[in-house]
């Protein structure tokens, strides 16, 4: 599998404050908190003014949970990697991630383990509401 990377990302304003609107609206209408879009590369693209986590928690290390993820997840014959949850003592990380020609993946974290299926149903009708905007997003220096 390639490993892309990119040196530089543009985003117009207006995409960018369309995914910044989604964000808040997913948030509001949820527990979720902290949501944010990254790239599969580790560039943190857009969050909700509750993602005011270390940087490098939104960045570094879900792309390196993706990269592993998708190792195993083709390694064991499960086909593409969909998304990670992480369950820790006081709450749940989850990270959508998106298709092959998706570049991005959909990061937040929720308290409540038991409306889990309600939060999956609704992060991903907003990543696939988002996804046109993401495809605006100029990647360039991209190494294939």
Same mark, same amino acid.
């Given at each position: 599998m390639e490993r892309i990377e990119a040196t530089e990302i543009e985003i117009n304003k207006d995409v960018l404050a369309e995914l910044m609107k989604f964000l $808040?609206?997913?948030e509001s209408s949820t527990d979720l908190e902290g949501t944010a879009i990254v790239s599969k590369t580790g560039l943190r693209i857009a969050s909700s003014e509750t993602a005011d986590i270390v940087a490098d928690i939104y960045s570094a290390s879900p792309a390196t949970l993706i990269s592993l993820g998708e190792k195993i997840s083709s390694g064991l014959g499960?086909?593409?990697l969909k998304e990670i949850v992480i369950r820790g003592v006081k709450g749940y990380t989850i990270i959508l991630v998106g298709?092959?020609?998706n570049n =991005?993946?959909?990061f937040t974290n929720c308290k409540k383990g038991y409306k889990l299926g309600y939060? =999956?149903?609704k992060i991903r009708k907003a990543f696939k509401e988002?996804?046109?905007f993401l +495809? +605006?997003? $100029?990647q360039k220096g991209m190494k294939g």
């Open positions: $808040e609206n997913l499960q086909g593409d298709d092959a020609d =991005f993946m959909l939060y =999956f149903h988002m996804e046109p +495809k +605006k997003i $100029e």
